[in-house]
């Protein structure tokens, strides 16, 4: 069975030498204790963890799924010891405050945590991701005994947590929402309803689940504007803190999936639950998206990890399986034919997914610094600084979600197609990868909805262009650094061209959305990818001139992994970067192409 290493070697490039990490935990209030030595041995513990304990479970657990029967869900085997491991190892308070059992370390920690567990069993993490949201909104919204709680026993990893927004009739359009949350005299409410789609939704993993709802009070305006947000307990918690009656929630059905099995997506019925008010009334959605970017950028790793996974395996089989003999002459003489390595397609399969699978690592880390300031800004109560590093991640979280979610699809793809046949059976494990990858381009706002929240939200109606201005002035500060040094010129003049194309490509959008509306949902898909592409440029050029520094000074690594680095930058900069150019051609294409075909004739048949 292929097995998981952690790119341990990778993530200190990028936290030591690329990102200065350190440096950054220094100015923190919440870093004090993630010195170096300290996040050094977090990193080694956890990848241990994932290898040993994690990895070995992903492959049996979707082979066997979960289970409903008897009201009762089931994980696969392994998974409650796994589970087990996980809470007693206080994995799941790595960055939860102190006062609540958690180690109160910087929020960048929980995600390099996520990426590994995420690597070597996506399914698993599921569990604990969910409950990190869960985390996350109860303590910026949540009252103070609220606080108390719930939050100790979601650090302690005793209680699990889930979001339950998508019903039967709505998706994405959460002004749909027709659970109903009627008032009680002991200010509880009691909440009707049925949700889909819940991942996490009931397990066998935890002794409690606490469910965050969102739901219409009976005099809500309707739309977006009348939903509210409750905590709605699977069990009821006495007044000592512990487990009381069992709540009016249940699991109707499993969700029969594609991939991802060993992950409990439910069908949640809510037949007059008890629940809890969090936050202001009608003002639901605005606190539930403290839940949905936690977990947006939590998907993005789905597109990281998927394609390091891959990359992994496929490299692994590329250099022991052979087959016919190189172009170039033979490479292995006293070998019936010469490894897939030396043939320059299944370079350009391998190259493509570590390009991207250390290009997304490293825009998740960019991204990770910038939460490590958000979230400080929440806990000490400094609103002006929540609000700027907001709004600067903001710009970024459809791109890390978008962007890279599909590249994992292409990358997880890429893999099976190095394992030729072998990659179709299901015991070499690649096909699962794909099925397991493919969710991460839908929940959470398909790849369609994120384009629209970055072009349509965020650049147009939000900034009217400034948020690209903002960040492209900071890709054309650190290129104009670089023009002198001739091994990164080619780099940062790429890199003016891209920031004054991005901007003009903006503005173009923007004239032309004035004369049609369709302009923005047509050309939204195109300027998400074209962003992402501009974006990994940026984060590898970075990268790269650390490399090239390292080459000519030493540094913590070998020449040769910074040879490496400086190879794939190439290969990134020549061979996938030209896509961008495709998309901006594409999204200042006329909608008439789109939009002209009647949609009674969109298809003739019998």
Not at 58 to 83: F, H, N
Not at 559 to 572: I, Q, V, W
Request: net charge negative; with cysteine; glycine share 10%.
């Amino acid at each position: 069975m292929p097995v998981y290493k952690a790119p341990l070697r990778d993530m200190k490039f990028l936290l030591n030498e690329v990102f200065d990490y350190p440096g950054h935990y220094e100015g923190l209030a919440s870093g004090g204790n993630a010195t170096p030595d300290i996040v050094d041995a977090i990193l080694t513990e956890c990848g241990r963890f994932c290898e040993e304990v994690l990895s070995p479970l992903y492959q049996s657990g979707d082979e066997e799924g979960c289970k409903l029967e008897d009201g009762i869900v089931t994980t696969p085997r392994g998974y409650k010891e796994a589970y087990d491991q996980y809470a007693m190892g206080g994995w799941q308070g790595l960055s939860a405050p102190e006062e609540f059992g958690g180690q109160g370390l910087p929020a960048s920690m929980g995600l390099l945590k996520q990426e590994m567990m995420g690597t070597a069993n996506w399914s698993f993490s599921m569990y604990p991701g969910l409950s990190l949201g869960a985390m996350n909104t109860i303590f910026l919204h949540g009252s103070e005994t609220q606080k108390h709680t719930y939050l100790t026993p979601l650090t302690e990893g005793r209680w699990g947590g889930t979001m339950c927004l998508t019903e039967p009739q709505c998706g994405t359009d959460l002004g749909q929402v027709k659970t109903k949350a009627e008032p009680q005299a002991d200010g509880s409410y009691k909440l009707t309803g049925t949700k889909i789609f819940i991942s996490s939704g009931d397990h066998d993993l935890t002794e409690n689940i606490v469910h965050i709802v969102l739901a219409r009070l009976p005099d809500a305006p309707k739309g977006t504007r009348g939903i509210s947000l409750f905590i709605v307990p699977k069990f009821v918690p006495n007044d000592d803190g512990g487990v009381g009656e069992r709540n009016a929630v249940t699991c109707g059905s499993l969700e029969k999936k594609m991939g991802i099995k060993a992950s409990a997506t439910c069908v949640m019925n809510f037949d007059g639950a008890t629940g809890f008010l969090i936050g202001p009334e009608n003002e639901g959605l605005n606190c539930m998206f403290t839940f949905m970017n936690t977990a947006r950028i939590g998907t993005a790793i789905q597109g990281v990890g998927p394609a390091e996974l891959s990359y992994q395996w496929a490299l692994d089989y590329a250099r022991e399986r052979r087959s016919m003999r190189a172009l170039s002459g033979k490479k292995e003489p006293d070998q019936v034919a010469d490894a897939l390595i030396y043939h320059a397609d299944v370079r350009r399969m391998l190259l493509t997914q570590k390009a991207i699978a250390e290009g997304g690592r490293a825009m998740l880390y960019y991204a990770a610094r910038l939460a490590d300031h958000m979230v400080e800004g929440h806990t000490t109560g400094d609103q002006k600084k929540a609000e700027k590093y907001d709004d600067k991640l903001g710009f970024l979280t459809p791109i890390l979600k978008g962007f890279l979610t599909e590249l994992g699809c292409e990358a997880a793809n890429l893999g099976m197609q190095v394992f030729g046949g072998h990659g179709y059976i299901r015991e070499h494990g690649m096909e699962q990868i794909v099925r397991d990858t493919r969710i991460a381009t839908l929940y959470e706002g398909t790849t369609g909805i994120q384009a629209l929240d970055l072009l349509g939200r965020k650049v147009l109606l939000m900034t009217q262009g400034g948020a690209v201005r903002d960040f492209t002035l900071k890709i054309a500060n650190f290129a104009r650094k670089h023009l002198t040094d001739k091994r990164l010129r080619p780099y940062a003049v790429e890199l003016l061209k891209l920031t004054a194309q991005w901007n003009l490509l903006t503005v173009r959008v923007m004239l032309a959305a004035r004369k049609d509306r369709d302009v923005v949902s047509a050309a939204a898909n195109d300027f998400l990818m074209y962003s992402g592409y501009v974006t990994m440029a940026y984060i590898w050029a970075r990268q790269a001139a650390v490399a090239a520094d390292r080459v000519r000074k030493g540094g913590e690594e070998s020449e040769a992994f910074y040879r490496a680095k400086l190879a794939t930058a190439e290969f990134y900069y020549e061979r996938l970067l030209p896509r961008a150019q495709a998309h901006a051609t594409s999204m200042l294409s006329p909608t008439k192409n789109l939009m002209q075909l009647d949609a009674e004739d969109m298809a003739f048949t019998g």
